[in-house]
């Protein structure tokens, strides 16, 4: 048993022997791995050079433009250019923004008026995220303070401000001149003319005559234009004790329309045929309002019908109710996408500035009239700056430039 006990000593220890070596050599290996997986060292950029910040021209005080002279390793070693700023020299510095390489201007906006800013420039050589690489960086000098500062004028805007005093003056001289008693010519408008026509034949075959001022209320253009011709068609049907009904969705309508239509009956000396109900409140609901005014027309087939205004979708479900009753249609809106509708089912059509043109080529109110012509004067002026313009940039004058608003 002794001797067996020896035998299995030696051959334990022979084996330890084999393994030590071997396990000795493994610690080894990682230290050799691992010394090998250190990532180099990222190139640091030159700092950008030369850096101007001044203030934004012709604004309100808020913004400061930075310029930079690119770093000499813009191209090979330059990832971005990000832009630091503080209030104090000694920092802390905030990032506020970046650019790529390459971009040597940057615009910082909401600032505060009065207050000194400091800025620096910092070059970016950032690596892959896959690298396990370090960015490097380098930054510029520190420039400040500057402050912002507000301008009166925005000088590159200038070329607005003479425009508009070009149309504010054309637009007062002719006022003048109408005030002054001078005929101010105004091209016909068809469907003006054909207000007597119309209004005449209802008196003739002893129907109503009604008048729809669209649907907006009384703060919208076209309606205000609306009441104004409703004024000019009462008169005619006062006068020709003809019967008018004007169906509104608007309170406010209602109250303006029927003081219109009660002061043309007035101007005629007819105030006692005037009746409050001529002018009524239907619904405040788009195609409630269309369905009434349709179920209107169907019982009494009037034989002149009005469409003064703003209208959107039910512009063709009125305007072919009319044309089923055989009513003649005079219709006026400044919705571009209603046109067709007007122009496909009714006899005469207002479109667009014709709507307005006429309360002055109606009323021939003085200060109608004048604006009227004030601003056929000014667009007169852009179409000729227009042509001059396609001209000159087809002849590549230079000077044509400064004209172009920033």
Not at 246 to 275: I, N
Not at 295 to 315: H, L, N, Q
Not at 348 to 356: A, D, N, P, R, V
């Amino acid at each position: 048993m002794h001797v067996l006990n020896k035998i299995i000593c030696a051959i334990a220890f022979v084996l330890l022997a084999i393994c030590i070596p071997a396990f000795a050599q493994e610690d080894v290996t990682p230290t050799a791995i691992n010394s090998q997986s250190v990532p180099a060292a990222v190139p640091v950029p030159a700092p950008a050079t030369n850096i101007a910040v001044i203030d934004t021209p012709d604004d309100n005080g808020r913004s400061l433009e930075i310029r930079w002279d690119l770093s000499p390793d813009d191209a090979a070693l330059v990832t971005k250019y990000q832009i630091l700023r503080s209030t104090s020299q000694s920092g802390p510095f905030e990032i506020i923004g970046s650019t790529t390489k390459g971009q040597h201007e940057f615009t910082n906006n909401e600032l505060e008026r009065g207050t000194k800013y400091y800025y620096k420039i910092v070059s970016l050589n950032e690596p892959l995220l896959t690298s396990g690489q370090v960015p490097s960086t380098s930054e510029s000098s520190i420039v400040g303070p500057v402050e912002p500062i507000a301008q009166w004028f925005n000088m590159r805007r200038i070329w607005i401000l003479i425009w508009t005093l070009v149309v504010c003056g054309a637009i007062l001289f002719y006022i003048s001149q109408a005030k002054a008693g001078k005929a101010l010519y105004v091209r016909k408008i068809a469907g003006i003319d054909a207000v007597d026509e119309a209004i005449g034949r209802a008196t003739e075959m002893g129907r109503k005559v009604f008048y729809v001022p669209g649907i907006q209320d009384m703060d919208d253009v076209q309606t205000i234009a609306a009441v104004i011709i409703l004024g000019r068609v009462a008169r005619i049907a006062a006068e020709n004790d003809t019967m008018l009904e004007v169906p509104v969705c608007k309170s406010l309508v209602m109250v303006t329309a029927r003081e219109a239509v009660r002061e043309a009956y007035s101007q005629v000396g007819r105030p006692d045929a005037f009746r409050e109900d001529q002018v009524h409140y239907v619904t405040d609901d788009q195609f409630g309002y269309a369905a009434a005014i349709d179920g209107m027309v169907v019982r009494d087939k009037p034989a002149t019908m009005f469409y003064m205004g703003a209208f959107f979708a039910e512009s063709l479900i009125l305007a072919e109710t009319g044309n089923a009753a055989g009513a003649i249609q005079i219709a006026g809106t400044g919705q571009p996408s209603q046109l067709p509708f007007f122009v496909a089912s009714c006899d005469y059509t207002l479109i667009g500035e014709e709507l307005f043109a006429a309360s002055a080529y109606l009323a021939r109110e003085p200060k109608l009239l004048g604006s009227l012509k004030g601003q056929d004067f000014a667009k007169g002026l852009f179409l000729v700056a227009i042509i001059l313009g396609i001209i000159f940039e087809l002849l590549t004058v230079p000077f044509i430039k400064i004209l172009q608003v920033s």
